[in-house]
């Protein structure tokens, strides 16, 4: 198969089907050659190991993934690049692509009926108006693997990468660090992509944590008062708490004073073990 990285190969792969690219599918293939295979090299794929990727398009990073891996599942939304994967993958027989939206695809049941015991890990390039729900769905299943490597947006990765406790960071930082530990890879600019979008992007890999690094009596009370407290990020936190979770500014008073966190404070400057002890104060209210 001719190389998939390349304009002209692209063009006239996609002109043989009369495909055109969908923005509202976050259709930006990869042109750069060298994008691919450093991404299969860096996400723990070798033999033995199985791979899912999300959002395959032409199959490019699908290549790279198949011949270093035993098996890879592809979730691919749009039906008309099933014929174009068809004809560029044709000569891999570890290859499946399955038709669906990503984050409608149970991925436990995924890795039970398609990999069985076989370690597996997630590698993609990432639809980017989609980036974090699929990070957190694929995170929220509690998924047996041991790592995410995902293209996305470079500020997307620059937020998700920032040290929680830093004025970069957001809610999807402190949310992602009580599942992984986020490492930035490499920056890939908008030019390596065709049609080129208008921001460059970034790799980054997420090592699943095997325990959480803090213990919570209710985690979806964890990520409510994450979300309350970074809704209305200006603000302290008695008034972001109060509003968010709907709770007496005074009532919160008391929750921060028995969690040891200043009122004043606001989330840009808590740790995730602070939001678990508001979490854990929280619960234990009268
Ligand atoms: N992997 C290819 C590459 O690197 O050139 C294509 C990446 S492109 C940024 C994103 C791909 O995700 C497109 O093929 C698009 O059709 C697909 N996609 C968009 N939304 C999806 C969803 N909800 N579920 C699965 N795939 C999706």
Redesign the pocket.
């Known amino acids: 198969m001719e190389k998939l990285s390349n304009i002209s190969n692209i063009k006239s792969i996609l002109s043989r089907h009369g495909f055109t690219f969908?923005k509202s599918?976050?259709?930006?293939?990869?042109i750069n050659p060298s994008?691919?295979p450093r991404m299969a090299a860096e996400c723990g794929v070798g033999e033995g190991v199985g791979v899912i990727?999300?959002?395959?398009?032409?199959?490019?990073?699908?290549c790279e993934l198949a011949r270093l891996s035993s098996k890879v599942v592809a979730?691919?939304?749009?039906k008309r690049?099933l014929p174009v994967l068809e004809e560029t993958l044709s000569e891999f027989n570890n290859v499946k692509i399955i038709n669906?939206?990503?984050?409608k695809?149970d991925f436990n049941e995924l890795i039970r009926d398609e990999f069985g015991d076989m370690p597996v890990c997630v590698c993609?390039?990432?639809?980017?108006?989609?980036t974090s729900p699929?990070i957190m769905h694929l995170l929220e299943s509690k998924l047996n693997i041991d790592s995410i490597t995902v293209?996305v947006q470079k500020e997307a990765a620059q937020r998700i990468c920032a040290k929680p406790a830093t004025r970069q960071s957001s809610s999807i930082t402190v949310a992602i660090s009580y599942y992984a530990s986020a490492q930035m890879l490499f920056t890939v600019s908008s030019g390596s992509?065709m049609p080129a979008p208008k921001v460059d992007s970034a790799v980054i890999k997420l090592t699943i944590n095997k325990t959480p690094p803090v213990e919570v009596c209710d985690e979806a009370l964890l990520f409510r008062v994450i979300q309350s407290a970074f809704a209305q990020r200006r603000k302290t936190l008695a008034n972001s708490l109060s509003a968010g979770l709907q709770i007496d500014k005074s009532e919160i008073s008391g929750i921060l004073k028995k969690s040891g966190i200043p009122e004043n404070y606001r989330a840009e400057q808590l740790a995730l073990s602070d939001f678990a002890a508001i979490c854990n104060a929280l619960r234990g209210r009268a």
């Open positions: 969908s599918l976050g259709q930006n293939f990869l994008v691919c990727e999300i959002g395959p398009g032409i199959g490019v990073l699908t979730v691919e939304l749009d690049l669906d939206d990503a984050l695809v993609a390039n990432l639809p980017y108006y989609i699929v293209m992509f």
